[in-house]
């Protein structure tokens, strides 16, 4: 499904450079890349910008399972980082999992190629 940016765009996730690929069904698969500005001192992806991928790409989820007339915000998220991004782009692949009338239950993936870099589970209140 095609939808308008300004439906599937915010500042924030242009500022760090999300790529939406497509959003549909409660699912969502949001790209990003390692720029410069996004390393940590040790030179990787930050955990924050990889968080941050998790986050809006759960949101995204949300709002195609509800609809995007309805405001969704995330109520808790727990992540577990697998391994370091160095160079490249990752891809998060984020499901509801429970589509209640006043939380949703997701998950997301994150991975680079077939690589499984983050997994996370958050739950989001319906507004």
């Not at 760090?16 to 410069?36: D, F, K, T």
């Amino acid at each position: 499904m095609s939808l308008p940016d300004s439906l599937t765009q915010s500042a924030y996730s242009t500022l760090i450079g999300c790529r939406v690929q497509s959003v549909e069904n409660g699912v969502a698969h949001v790209a990003l890349s390692l720029e410069p500005q996004l390393r940590n001192r040790a030179g990787k992806l930050h955990g924050g910008a990889l968080f941050s991928l998790v986050d809006i790409s759960m949101g995204l989820a949300c709002s195609s399972s509800h609809g995007f007339d309805q405001q969704s915000a995330t109520i808790e998220c727990k992540i577990n980082y697998m391994r370091a991004v160095s160079e490249g782009d990752v891809l998060c692949i984020a499901k509801v999992i429970h589509p209640g009338r006043r939380t949703l239950v997701v998950e997301a993936d994150v991975l680079q190629g077939d690589k499984l870099v983050a997994k996370a589970q958050g739950t989001f209140a319906v507004l």
